[in-house]
């Protein structure tokens, strides 16, 4: 992948009410220096492929990513089709993050089967990868098939597909047959050590992080924003290996898991440690040591993940402007 998706942070388009404001929020981006925006498609929020098309429509220089759709909600044949047209509207800016979602979304809520998910993700990026292409396909897979389909036009530029896999398999899948790897929130200095080592044999691999991102002169101030995202993400990722490779274990994040239950707030349980491990939050020189840590462990580009709480316009001028200066002078030492 090209330097727009390293060079600089990329922010992650998301909260209430984005619809509405995501064209504005992507012109923000792009006037602030923000490399490249995300969009995280969680069921049942706004679609990824109707805000990723308004944002690149708004912009005309920032990397728009999918960070990540999956091949069971969508077709990998439909997922090359909606790709392809993302890719017209913004030629060479795009990059598509696949992942094999959850079993309770797509299994249990809406009754689409399950199966095998790394077989499934296999499938799928061999048959997005040859239609974008513009390879007329005939595909029999275990998972999926398709016959006699070819795309109406491919992309001018080759589209970059990273995996958003955590697990030893998945992992060693998306060595063999991804760009990159798209790693979650909750991404440590020793998870992306983790994905490095599983991912070695590949020389020119990419892998970017969700990452919860507040500075402000007020270090207290904003490790305090920070504070409830990671609460939220602590219970939903419980006893996850994401976790674990940071030394954080079930029993530490059951009481999190219980808040999310029962939907009652457990920002208050966040400790300094967490935020050290899991954000960059605090004062400029806290972020950028917090960027070092993420560096040092091999990671190419953080993805800002904005809590809510901060003021967006701000957050997005002081991450384009201080912090992705500060990520370069990082990377090139």
């Known amino acids: 992948m090209d330097s727009r998706w390293t060079a600089s942070l990329g922010v992650a388009l998301l909260g209430h009410g984005l619809p509405g404001s995501v064209t504005a929020w992507a012109r923000e981006a792009e006037r602030a220096g923000v490399g490249s925006l995300w969009i995280i498609e969680d069921y049942y929020h706004p679609g990824a492929y109707a805000l990723a098309g308004a944002a690149a429509a708004a912009t005309a220089r920032i990397g728009i990513g999918l960070g990540v759709v999956n091949p069971y909600t969508r077709h990998p044949a439909l997922v090359a089709m909606e790709t392809a047209a993302l890719a017209g509207i913004a030629p060479g800016r795009v990059a598509l993050g696949l992942g094999s979602s959850n079993r309770n979304w797509i299994e249990t809520q809406m009754a689409i089967p399950f199966k095998t998910p790394l077989r499934g993700l296999r499938e799928g990026v061999d048959i997005v990868r040859r239609l974008l292409a513009g390879e007329r396909l005939r595909y029999a897979g ?169 003021d967006r316009a701000a957050q997005l001028a002081r991450i384009g402007g201080e912090l992705s200066a500060a990520w370069k002078e990082i990377r090139s030492r």
């Open 142 to 310: 275990a998972c999926f098939s398709a016959t006699d389909v070819e795309l109406d036009a491919k992309p001018a530029e080759a589209v970059p597909i990273l995996l958003g896999v955590k697990g030893p398999k998945a992992l060693a899948l998306a060595a063999e047959i991804a760009d990159g790897v798209h790693c979650s929130i909750l991404t440590s200095p020793a998870h992306v050590r983790r994905v490095r080592a599983a991912t070695a044999s590949r020389r020119d691999f990419t892998v970017i992080a969700y990452v919860p991102v507040a500075v402000d002169a007020d270090g207290t101030r904003a490790r305090e924003w920070v504070r409830p995202v990671l609460a939220r993400y602590l219970g939903v990722l419980h006893g996850q290996s994401i976790l674990e490779d940071a030394g954080v274990t079930a029993a530490r994040t059951q009481p999190f898991r219980d808040a999310v239950l029962a939907r009652r707030p457990a920002a208050h349980l966040v400790t300094d440690d967490l935020v050290d491990a899991f954000a960059v939050a605090g004062t400029p020189a806290d972020c950028r040591a917090g960027l070092a840590r993420l560096a040092e462990a091999g990671l190419d580009a953080p993805v800002a993940v904005i809590p809510p709480a901060a």
